[in-house]
């Protein structure tokens, strides 16, 4: 455990204030057990993956701060991989081309985690993680399962209903997940993978300092679509400005704040609200400052 560690380290934007203490367990059961002390304990506990959905607040975050990137292990089970939740995207993609296993092609260049892509059930605006889920192991908070005393169980996508961006997880959070892959071969994954990462490169900031999609789509929509056509690309609040490749991306360009980045998303929603009538809903998840 470390104390005050900056959470600008730990952040795509690189943008947050100190963790009061920062916990990197190494093994699911670990976490598992460090969760369950925490909340005997009555500490507060955020939990961090990649950071790359986040903006943690300029304040910092008292109680623990969780980082989930220690454990990073990964299993061939049959057509699947079973994988932890501090396994990185690109790595989970790597494995799976090399393993000719099909079905995670689209996190090509997508930052993050697996655990923190089961929260917020990352992909693209058609698909997302969960579409290839078999099984997830939860800790739940609060009671205890009844059956055998245990913090955690697993679960089927089934009691999850994940939806669009939404892991539906409840406050549960990931151990362990079963993914469901096809069988295909390392040279026709490989090939998929390229063609989107071509359309990626093309498209989004993908080099620059950024945490991915900050609003989700409305349904039938593209956000970064109207956020571009509310004049809005090149837009500066502070350190954050509207990306001039997809209106959809803020980018830090030195400086920012999570200050910065509430009024910007405040004024993204205004303008939007203004000009097409449409709420746009958040991908990007803000921690609130402290009191
Ligand atoms: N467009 C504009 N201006 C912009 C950006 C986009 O006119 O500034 C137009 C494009 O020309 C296109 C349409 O909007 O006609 C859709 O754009 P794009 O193909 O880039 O897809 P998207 O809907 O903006 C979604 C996901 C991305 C994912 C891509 C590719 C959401 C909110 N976004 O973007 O996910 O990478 O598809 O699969 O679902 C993320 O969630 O963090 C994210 C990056």
């Given at each position: 455990?470390?104390?005050?560690?900056?959470?600008?380290?730990?952040?795509?934007?690189?943008?947050?204030?100190?963790?009061?203490?920062f916990?990197?367990?190494?093994?699911?059961?670990?976490?598992?057990?460090?969760?369950?002390a925490?909340?005997k304990d009555?500490?507060?506990?955020?939990?961090?993956?990649?950071?790359?959905?986040?903006?943690?607040p300029?304040?910092?975050?008292?109680g623990?701060?969780?980082?989930?990137g220690?454990?990073r292990?990964?299993?061939?089970d049959?057509?699947?991989?079973?994988?932890?939740?501090?396994?990185?995207?690109p790595?989970?993609?790597?494995?799976?081309?090399?393993?000719?296993?099909?079905?995670?092609e689209e996190?090509?260049g997508?930052?993050g985690?697996?655990?923190?892509?089961?929260?917020?059930?990352?992909?693209?605006?058609?698909w997302?993680?969960?579409?290839?889920?078999e099984?997830?192991v939860?800790w739940?908070?609060?009671?205890?399962?009844?059956?055998?005393?245990?913090?955690?169980r697993?679960?089927?996508?089934k009691?999850?209903?994940?939806?669009?961006r939404?892991?539906?997880?409840?406050?549960?959070?990931?151990?362990?997940?079963?993914?469901?892959?096809?069988?295909?071969?390392?040279?026709?994954?490989?090939?998929?993978?390229?063609?989107?990462?071509?359309?990626?490169?093309?498209?989004q900031?993908?080099?620059?300092?950024?945490?991915?999609?900050a609003?989700?789509n409305p349904?039938?929509?593209?956000?970064?679509?109207?956020?571009?056509?509310?004049g809005?690309?090149?837009?500066?609040?502070g350190?954050?400005?509207?990306?001039?490749i997809?209106?959809?991306?803020?980018?830090?360009?030195?400086?920012?704040?999570?200050?910065?980045?509430?009024?910007?998303l405040?004024?993204?929603?205004?303008?939007?609200?203004?000009?097409?009538?449409?709420?746009?809903?958040?991908?990007?998840?803000?921690?609130?400052?402290?009191?």
């Amino acid at each position: 455990m470390r104390l005050h560690e900056p959470l600008s380290n730990w952040t795509t934007m690189r943008i947050g204030g100190p963790a009061e203490m920062f916990f990197e367990p190494h093994k699911p059961e670990f976490l598992a057990d460090l969760l369950t002390a925490l909340e005997k304990d009555g500490v507060p506990w955020t939990l961090l993956g990649g950071g790359a959905n986040t903006v943690a607040p300029d304040g910092g975050i008292p109680g623990a701060v969780i980082h989930t990137g220690n454990m990073r292990r990964l299993f061939r089970d049959g057509n699947g991989l079973r994988v932890w939740p501090g396994v990185t995207l690109p790595s989970l993609v790597r494995s799976a081309q090399g393993l000719g296993l099909s079905g995670v092609e689209e996190l090509v260049g997508v930052p993050g985690h697996v655990g923190g892509a089961l929260a917020m059930n990352a992909g693209s605006a058609e698909w997302g993680i969960w579409d290839q889920v078999e099984e997830v192991v939860l800790w739940s908070p609060g009671a205890v399962n009844e059956e055998d005393g245990l913090k955690f169980r697993t679960w089927s996508p089934k009691e999850i209903q994940p939806a669009y961006r939404q892991g539906n997880l409840g406050g549960r959070v990931v151990l362990e997940a079963l993914l469901n892959l096809e069988e295909s071969s390392p040279l026709v994954v490989k090939a998929t993978q390229d063609d989107f990462l071509k359309r990626k490169n093309r498209s989004q900031p993908v080099r620059l300092t950024s945490a991915g999609c900050a609003f989700k789509n409305p349904s039938g929509e593209s956000a970064g679509r109207l956020i571009d056509q509310a004049g809005l690309k090149g837009h500066q609040v502070g350190g954050v400005k509207v990306s001039d490749i997809h209106a959809n991306f803020l980018v830090n360009e030195g400086g920012a704040t999570a200050a910065d980045v509430r009024q910007m998303l405040a004024e993204i929603e205004q303008a939007v609200q203004g000009r097409f009538g449409i709420s746009l809903e958040r991908e990007l998840a803000v921690i609130p400052e402290p009191l």
